[in-house]
């Protein structure tokens, strides 16, 4: 540790007494006992991962409980015929509505995320025939790029990636300088996993649809944090995980989204029979339903979406300008934290600084991360790290307190500095 | 109601009798009080559709509730590396050893039926390219029948159905006289969804791999009830369905087997990151990962394994040779009861009469039968109807009583009296 590296104590005292009245003056700091007792979560200082997994909320425990008793075993089959079958498209009605700026008809909520984005690019690109590039984003979340990878090879197309940076996002003149005639589709995050850029997704939906492409927005690490406008951006598909700042549990189900415009041109390829017109007919012969159902394929898993419906109770009550006002506090917070505790010691800001182009974590970046994640997760400082040499922030607007950010970086400052 | 639609009370109330005998004497009945109380069932008055949907456990009611508060809510990420990640291969290998007759390594839990089949079936393919033709039955489940079609359309394959009768199910005869050397896949369900019809496994497995074909079972009408043998019958591929017999609730998630020397040689389209090898290093270019794991896709649904888990423990600790006993016991009470009651009113057996040839189901015609469903479930006698005229009696060994049985097929009876 050199003399540079050392802050003063008083610095570190007032960003704490900081941390407590930022959190006696929340707004959703009410909302905070609606979600399950920290005194569960055993030896946890700082849980800085909700962009990886949400907390639940109270009412979720209680509710999953209740529908087992009483829903589907006191139901039964019955069920199915008294709600059930229209969760998906309620759910995602809903979802719709209160995160994603879409009207109605346009959400399901089915399959896992992986699972819903091949569908849905599958049926993208099927629908611009002769046309043989699919662009992406050479640092898209991994699944994104390997779903688009198998695909490409399936069909005989091109995957072109946009060469972006660590640190930087997708910007609108790197997409303008590869799209093109031979342009399918272009696949993009709207808030970058790793540093929590956000694309200019009116912008580049534009862009795209200039050159006659189609435009999938994953909004995974952007939904239930940052309300995306899908129909305003003029979006054709995009799909999303809920297990991340929707609170839906490990491996909850995913959404996708069509334009409505679209949805009778668009098939997707793994034809179920909840896909199909009057399934209960069990007829010969696929031929897609109406409107979102034809882009489900099995059963809906009902269990695992009780959790987001009594997720999306409380992110309804907060309200999203709430939520992201609240996330762009705790990532300015986190911010001021780094620049006086951990800056001294070289730890960088990879996500952007201005609030306007970064989502709801705070991505930094130094050479001894990857030995202080150990030490870091015994200490009960819960967050990920991220290669090359990066941890990742998560702030969770309905969950994390300023407490908790000031907790977990001070825990990180402390080690840097032995 | 003629006179010869009449049967004597005595006639009925010696099988009511009989009833009361046969629960008394079942070597399973003490296992009824594990399932959540039939206090919640209001207005049941005989649940024969469970498989269709099976009924919960208790202990998942419990579980559930406790997995959100304690595991999700308690050890938040932390538990992706204290298990959950492993749960789809563990719960997979149990499920495989107590119910499908497969080695370890070689199930995993995953997507939903129709997206596991989709991925499968479009593996199995790709397996044996050059080859031009797809085998299945034209009375099978739909969604097989559907996966099927979609897949021959965007592979340009041709989907060959043999033509089974409604009342039959797939022969020896039949298979061997479609099978050849244009045949990749053959694709079939063990027990038939609507006559409960049992296919030989081992003897069609052994003509189809004759003919240098896959051979991929779909096992969501015997998983549970009636035991596989996927390892010595030699198949290739399997899925199933967990919410039937495997009382896993609705819409949980699906089990897909691969044989473990095919493992290595076989790639599935949806090429997501965690059935990459090393997912967390997020590198570039997807490469599959080891055995079972490559089959995987999306972030695991572990909630919904939840419930499995603890059917399993009541599954595994009756045995799949008692279950299948019972299976037995009450499908002949049905016949006995449809011979008696049924009968004298036109009712016909659709299923097999040899048990040896049955799976847990018993399928019934009646022109009149479409009309009398809505009385019936109105009576609180819960069954499927299925085109074209046929009502379904689901014995699900484990939680329907013999007097249910009875109670169930007294009521049909009284409705074709009136």
């Known amino acids: 540790m050199t003399d540079a590296a050392t802050t003063s104590p008083g610095a570190g005292a007032a960003l704490e007494r900081r941390a407590r009245e930022l959190d006696a003056a929340d707004p959703l700091g009410g909302l905070l006992d609606r979600f399950v007792d920290r005194d569960h979560d055993e030896g946890v200082l700082a ?39 229209d969760w998906p498209l309620e759910l995602g009605d809903r979802l719709g509505r209160v995160c994603l700026g879409a009207a109605a008809g346009q959400v399901v909520v089915a399959d896992s995320t992986t699972v819903m984005l091949y569908k849905l690019a599958r049926a993208g690109i099927a629908a611009r025939p002769g046309r043989r590039e699919i662009v992406t984003d050479v640092n898209d979340f991994p699944t994104d790029r390997y779903v688009l990878e198998g ?41 970058n996993y790793r540093s929590a ?10 862009l795209a ?20 406008e899908l129909d305003a951006w003029g979006a054709d598909l995009a799909v999303g995980c809920t297990y991340k700042y929707l609170d839906a549990g490990p491996g909850s189900p995913a959404f996708g989204y069509v334009r409505a415009e679209h949805q009778a041109a668009l098939r997707q390829p793994v034809q179920g029979w909840l896909g199909r017109r009057d399934p209960f007919t069990m007829g010969p012969g696929y031929e897609p339903a109406e409107g979102m159902l034809r882009f489900i394929s099995g059963t809906p898993p009902i269990l695992s ?38 800056a001294p ?19 930094l970046r ?33 969950t994390t307190t300023f407490a908790e950010v000031h907790r977990g970086l001070a825990a990180v400052a402390g080690l840097l500095a032995t």
């Open 345 to 363: 010691h070289g730890v960088t800001v990879v996500s952007p600084r201005d609030a306007a182009r970064r989502g709801s974590h705070v991505t």
């Open 305 to 342: 979406m009780v959790p987001l419906a009594a997720a999306l109770d409380v992110i309804e009550e907060a309200g999203m300008a709430a939520i992201r006002a609240k996330s762009v506090a705790l990532c300015e917070y986190a911010i001021e934290i780094v620049d006086a505790l951990l």
């Open 197 to 206: 850029a956000i694309a200019d997704a009116a912008a580049i939906t534009r």
């Open 47 to 85: 849980y800085l991962d909700g962009n990886s997994l949400g907390r639940p909320t109270r009412a979720t425990a209680a509710r999953v409980e209740r529908f087992v008793r009483e829903e589907w075993g006191g139901r039964l089959i019955r069920g199915w015929y008294e709600g059930w079958m």
């Open 209 to 228: 649809h200039d050159a006659g492409a189609l435009v999938l927005w994953d909004l995974s690490h952007s939904a239930g944090v940052l309300a995306a």
């Open 151 to 191: 695909i490409a090879d399936e069909r005989g197309l091109d995957l072109r990636f946009l060469e972006t940076t660590l640190d930087g996002g997708v910007t609108v003149e790197q997409v303008a300088s590869m799209v093109g005639p031979q342009t399918a589709l272009v696949a993009l995050s709207h808030v």
């Open 366 to 398: 130094h050479e001894r991360f990857r030995e202080l994640l150990d030490p870091l997760w015994e200490a009960g400082v819960l967050l990920d790290y991220r290669e090359p040499d990066c941890l990742r922030i998560g702030l969770s607007p309905l």
